[in-house]
């Protein structure tokens, strides 16, 4: 059985667990202590008993295990954590540990912070707050993190004009952000727009049959033509664009038996393969996009809500050459048709209106 360890004073006059004999100096152990809490995810969070368990320490105690966990944690590379009042620990990555150690005491703190806030961000007042510093030191803390590229700024989507940090490898989650829908904080409107668009158009294609265009003329101009000829060529020519261009206007059902009316899987794939967005959307964005079209009667879905269907709309009635007798009779714009009855001192036979509208 090895002797116990022996504590030591060093010439900084702080205590120093001594090796015992035949045993691994204490850096050696603590850096095996490390290096076996290592190999646990980043997330994991280790409790006294689970440290005394690897049997690394010569006399796995109490007291040689606090001395090398206060040893790591002097060096960034355990955090210590309060879990249900007893103390546990989180390992740190040596590069983040080495980060720490080239911070001041307030921008350790302020790193801190913005660390444990993760994809959410902090704001810069709940900051101050949990900090305890005043405001210059924290902005000051601030913005040494921010030329060293630690951290940086984002905009939220609840709060465009709260000023909030997050760590810079990191990316804000959606809830932060507002999603793919979103820039800098603000709705785009324009994105929407555009992908509300071809979202119907692709629905349109799948949901009816549209004739066939029209092959333009291949014919070459007869360099030999007249002027005449030529102008007569090419008015025919525009004429057959024109009638190509509103081709979409004869939409043709398909048969009953017709089963190629896309579903939201379908739609989704279709637009991330389009390239319409750098981001890759996700089924529920592009639900919330179908949602809208359906409320806006352009869309319906069909089978039970699995697939979508677009919805022929009735063109606009031309008022100019559309008819209605009511509106076109003088009744239905007569200034005294109130007080027009039989007997009355307005009435159908002696109306000058009436007469002037049948000619009489």
């Known amino acids: 059985m090895s002797s116990?360890?022996?504590?030591?004073?060093?010439?900084?006059?702080?205590?120093?667990?001594?090796a015992p004999d035949g045993a691994s100096s204490p850096q050696e152990l603590t850096n095996a202590l490390y290096a076996r809490c290592a190999r646990e995810p980043l997330t994991h969070i280790?409790?006294?008993?689970?440290?005394?368990?690897?049997?690394?320490?010569?006399?796995?105690?109490?007291?040689?295990?606090?001395?090398?966990?206060?040893?790591?944690?002097?060096?960034?590379?355990?955090?210590?954590?309060?879990k249900d009042g007893k103390a546990c620990w989180k390992i740190v990555k040596e590069s983040d540990a080495a980060k720490y150690r080239a911070l001041t005491q307030d921008e350790a703190l302020?790193?801190?912070?913005?660390?444990?806030?993760?994809?959410?961000?902090?704001?810069?007042?709940?900051?101050?707050?949990?900090?305890?510093?005043?405001?210059?030191?924290?902005n000051r803390a601030i913005k040494t993190l921010e030329s060293k590229n630690y951290i940086k700024s984002i905009k939220t989507a609840?709060?465009?004009?709260?000023?909030?940090?997050?760590?810079?490898?990191?990316?804000?989650?959606?809830?932060?952000?507002?999603?793919?829908?979103?820039?800098d904080g603000l709705l785009d409107e324009e994105f929407i727009r555009q992908m509300l668009y071809w979202i119907e158009r692709y629905v349109i294609g799948?949901?009816?049959?549209?004739?066939?265009?029209?092959?333009?003329?291949?014919?070459?101009?007869?360099?030999?033509?007249?002027?005449?000829e030529i102008e007569q060529a090419r008015a025919k020519e525009l004429q057959s664009k024109k009638s190509m261009r509103t081709r979409s206007d004869a939409m043709l059902p398909f048969p009953v038996q017709y089963n190629g009316f896309p579903t939201l899987g379908?739609?989704?794939?279709?637009?991330?393969?389009?390239?319409?967005?750098?981001?890759?959307?996700?089924?529920?964005?592009?639900?919330?996009?179908?949602?809208?079209?359906?409320?806006?009667?352009?869309?319906?879905?069909?089978?039970?809500?699995?697939t979508y269907r677009?919805?022929?709309?009735?063109?606009?009635?031309?008022?100019?050459t559309s008819h209605n007798g009511l509106t076109e009779s003088p009744c239905g714009r007569c200034p005294v048709f109130e007080f027009c009855e039989d007997d009355g001192p307005v009435?159908?036979?002696?109306?000058?209106?009436?007469?002037?509208?049948?000619?009489?």
């Not at 704001?123 to 405001?135: A, D, E, F, I, V």
């Not at 490898?169 to 820039?183: C, H, I, M, R």
């Not at 004739?211 to 003329?217: G, I, L, T």
């Open 110 to 138: 302020v790193y801190s912070y913005v660390e444990a806030s993760q994809r959410d961000g902090i704001w810069t007042k709940l900051l101050r707050s949990k900090t305890g510093l005043h405001m210059h030191p924290m």
């Open 310 to 320: 677009a919805v022929r709309l009735i063109a606009e009635i031309d008022s100019t």
């Open 4 to 18: 116990p360890a022996k504590e030591e004073l060093s010439e900084d006059g702080d205590v120093e667990m001594a």
């Open 158 to 183: 609840r709060w465009p004009s709260r000023k909030t940090y997050i760590l810079a490898k990191l990316q804000p989650s959606e809830d932060v952000t507002g999603g793919p829908f979103y820039t």
């Open 266 to 306: 379908e739609i989704t794939k279709a637009i991330n393969a389009a390239g319409l967005s750098a981001l890759i959307l996700k089924e529920s964005e592009l639900a919330q996009m179908l949602d809208v079209l359906c409320w806006d009667a352009r869309l319906e879905k069909i089978k039970n809500g699995k």
């Open 347 to 360: 009435n159908a036979r002696t109306c000058p209106y009436f007469h002037e509208w049948l000619q009489i």
């Open 206 to 228: 799948r949901s009816w049959w549209h004739p066939p265009m029209p092959e333009a003329s291949k014919k070459k101009l007869n360099p030999k033509m007249s002027q005449l």
């Open 46 to 82: 280790f409790d006294q008993d689970e440290l005394l368990s690897f049997n690394i320490l010569p006399e796995n105690t109490v007291e040689q295990l606090f001395f090398h966990t206060n040893q790591l944690t002097n060096k960034g590379l355990l955090k210590v954590l309060n």
